[in-house]
């Protein structure tokens, strides 16, 4: 099995363009997340989809996120524009419900 | 709304020394319970989860967890920890019903000194 794969492993962008991070999920799983790590806050879930429809995307922190799954096996997290404090590390994760949550190995953006 | 708290940062311990790091949650709910580790610029890799059952799981790499309902605790020890066991270790709750949107605690830095 290949894992969730996630693209690219390293950013690093310049304050105010957009960042695209991509993600492939294990085949045949139906959950998907977000989640961002930073020192000061830990691990955050930002938002997840069930079969490709965002359930709950409470943790997204402001309109310049933005998330997609146009179906079963890529999503995007989108920022635009990026800032200096979009600085994080960005897991992708997916699972089969009812079992364990598997994550990618972070997609690491630095905003200078 | 589920909650997690570990308590400790950073754990320092010798090679060969028992280990045990705590973590405490806060639920109305029944929920499910988890500890995964994160080695540096890795991601992160489940170690054991508690969904129902015995209280005590065993877990990859000699780690086991007890499960304690009455004082809301699922603690991770080891017996005997070795180098390469120096990393982060993070406790998770989820809802209980399915094991989506695990809600994390801060982590513990596991640091195994020779």
């Known amino acids: 099995d290949a894992g969730v794969i996630q693209s690219p492993r390293h950013e690093v962008t310049e304050m105010g363009q957009e960042v695209t991070l991509r993600c492939k999920p294990i085949s045949g799983h139906d959950y998907l997340f977000w989640y961002r790590q930073t020192m000061m806050r830990g691990l955050e879930l930002l938002i997840y989809?069930?079969?490709?429809?965002?359930?709950?995307d409470s943790g997204m922190p402001e309109d310049r996120f933005s998330a997609k799954m146009p179906n079963a096996s890529f999503s995007t997290l989108k920022i635009q524009p990026s800032e200096p404090r979009d600085s994080a590390v960005y897991f992708c994760?997916?699972?089969?419900?009812?079992?364990?949550?598997?994550f990618g190995e972070g997609s690491w953006l630095t905003v200078v | 709304a589920q909650s997690v708290t570990q308590l400790d940062s950073q754990v320092p311990v010798f090679e060969e020394a028992p280990v045990e790091l705590r973590c405490n949650y806060s639920?109305?709910?029944?929920?499910?319970l988890f500890w995964y580790v994160q080695y540096p610029n890795q991601g992160l890799q489940l170690l054991l989860k508690?969904?129902?059952?015995?209280?005590l799981v065993k877990g990859i790499n000699g780690f086991e967890a007890e499960f304690n309902k009455s004082q809301t605790s699922f603690h991770l020890r080891k017996p005997s920890v070795h180098i390469s066991d120096t990393a982060e270790y993070f406790c998770?709750?989820?809802?209980?019903?399915?094991?989506?949107?695990?809600?994390f605690g801060t982590g513990t830095l596991l640091a195994v000194q020779p």
């Open positions: 639920s109305s709910v029944s929920v499910y």
């Open positions: 994760a997916s699972t089969l419900s009812g079992n364990t949550i598997y």
């Open positions: 989809f069930n079969n490709n429809v965002p359930i709950d």
């Open positions: 508690y969904l129902s059952g015995s209280t």
């Open positions: 998770a709750v989820s809802k209980g019903g399915a094991t989506n949107k695990l809600i």
